[in-house]
């Protein structure tokens, strides 16, 4: 769950952040959630790393077509790694130099693909 105020500025991205499921699947919808905004994403890969479970989420292409959106694929999108856990939820990590999991900031929802710009920023 992000934490309010240093991690998002967002109540909706606050409350989105705290929806955390142990299955995820390749194929699954997901959304970044960022300081106010939201970015769509697709879960790409899912694995076992020690004691943890991870999966692997890819930035989405989008376009407005009739005044909604529409997503699809970007296969040169930006990925990002995250760590399962039951108590914290989604955990961003990345690799260290010694190839070691380190946990980062940043959010992600699984289930939904959602687009949504701030415009006050």
Same mark, same amino acid.
């Given at each position: 769950?992000?934490?309010?105020?240093?991690?998002?500025? *967002?109540? =909706?991205?606050?409350?989105?952040?705290?929806?955390? *499921?142990?299955?995820?699947?390749? &194929?699954? #919808?997901?959304?970044?959630?960022?300081?106010?905004?939201?970015? #769509?994403?697709?879960?790409?890969?899912?694995?076992?790393?020690?004691?943890?479970? %991870?999966?692997?989420?890819?930035?989405?292409?989008?376009? =407005?077509?009739?005044?909604? %959106?529409?997503?699809?694929?970007?296969?040169? !999108?930006?990925?990002? =790694?995250?760590? =399962?856990?039951?108590?914290? !939820?989604?955990?961003?990590?990345?690799?260290?130099?010694?190839?070691?999991?380190?946990?980062? !900031?940043?959010?992600?929802?699984? &289930?939904?693909?959602?687009?949504? %710009?701030? #415009?006050?920023?």
């Amino acid at each position: 769950m992000l934490k309010l105020g240093t991690e998002t500025g *967002s109540l =909706i991205n606050y409350v989105m952040s705290s929806e955390v *499921s142990l299955e995820v699947n390749v &194929g699954d #919808p997901a959304t970044l959630l960022c300081w106010t905004d939201r970015e #769509p994403m697709t879960v790409v890969e899912v694995f076992n790393h020690g004691m943890y479970k %991870y999966f692997v989420t890819q930035r989405d292409d989008w376009e =407005i077509v009739d005044g909604k %959106y529409k997503f699809s694929r970007d296969p040169n !999108g930006a990925k990002h =790694i995250w760590r =399962i856990t039951k108590d914290q !939820g989604y955990r961003q990590v990345r690799k260290n130099e010694r190839g070691r999991f380190e946990l980062m !900031g940043g959010g992600v929802v699984v &289930g939904r693909r959602e687009k949504y %710009y701030d #415009p006050h920023f």
